[in-house]
């Protein structure tokens, strides 16, 4: 386990305009430790971890990366690209490291969903669980992706 964080820093730094230009709380009002916590629980009850997650969304991410900005095909009805930006990104929970700003989108081609989440984003579900506040563009609710791809038994291409 890593070190409990210091929750009042950590939201500081999640509000608009310190790390991000919109920050990550979106217009959830609850401090991120409750938003983890609820987060957790809904993913407890389907039965799949933030590792899992992570995993999928870190290989639809190489899949965009390696694409140079083209769409790539993740599923029949699933299409993912990258928009890479300059400059990197800081971990709002402080640790080390910085993360490139790049952001890879997954388009359900049937409903015209469309799903973002940049690096630093992925950095966060996997080791502190959280997906963002609600409202936040870059939120990804844990059943919503879950239901696009098959976390737990994701193709290998
Ligand atoms: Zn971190």
């Not at 983890?36 to 639809?60: F, P, Q």
Request: glycine share 10%; with cysteine.
């Amino acid at each position: 386990m890593k070190q409990a964080p210091d929750w009042s820093v950590v939201q500081e730094r999640m509000r608009p305009g310190r790390l991000t230009r919109d920050g990550m709380l979106g217009n959830d009002a609850r401090p991120p430790a409750e938003i983890i916590d609820a987060d957790a629980a809904a993913l407890a009850r389907a039965g799949v971890t933030c590792r899992e997650i992570a995993e999928r969304l870190h290989r639809i991410t190489e899949l965009a990366r390696k694409a140079l900005g083209n769409p790539v095909e993740i599923a029949p009805a699933l299409e993912a690209w990258m928009e890479e930006g300059m400059g990197r990104m800081s971990c709002p929970f402080g640790d080390p490291g910085r993360w490139p700003k790049a952001v890879t989108y997954l388009r359900h081609r049937p409903t015209g969903r469309l799903l973002q989440w940049s690096d630093l984003g992925i950095h966060m579900i996997e080791e502190h669980g959280f997906f963002e506040g609600k409202g936040s563009a870059f939120r990804i609710q844990p059943e919503e992706i879950m239901g696009q791809i098959d976390v737990k038994h994701a193709d290998e291409s």
